[in-house]
C-alpha cells in the first residue's frame, strides 16, 4: 500500500472523529430536520397538557391536586 494513502485515510478517520470533517448541505439538512421535529413534539405534547387544564374547572383541579 501506498504510504501517502494511509497517512490520508488515518487523517480522514482523525477528522471525523474529532468532528472536524468537511460538511455537506445533507450535514445541515439532517440536523434542521432533526431540531425541528423534536420542537415539533414538545410543542405537540404541551398543547395536548394545556388542552386537557382547560377542559377541568379550578374545583376539580383543587380536589384532584395536592395540598402544600
Not at 4 to 15: C, K
Not at 17 to 33: C, E, N, Q, S, V
Not at 36 to 60: D, P, Y
Amino acid at each position: 500500500m501506498n504510504d501517502g494513502l494511509v497517512a490520508a485515510v488515518v487523517i480522514l478517520v482523525m477528522l471525523l472523529y474529532m468532528g472536524a470533517a468537511p460538511k455537506t448541505w445533507l450535514h445541515y439538512g439532517i440536523t434542521l430536520f432533526a431540531a425541528v421535529f423534536i420542537f415539533a413534539i414538545v410543542v405537540f405534547f404541551c398543547n395536548r397538557v394545556l388542552w386537557r387544564f382547560n377542559h377541568i374547572s379550578a374545583a376539580e383541579a383543587f380536589t384532584f391536586g395536592q395540598y402544600g
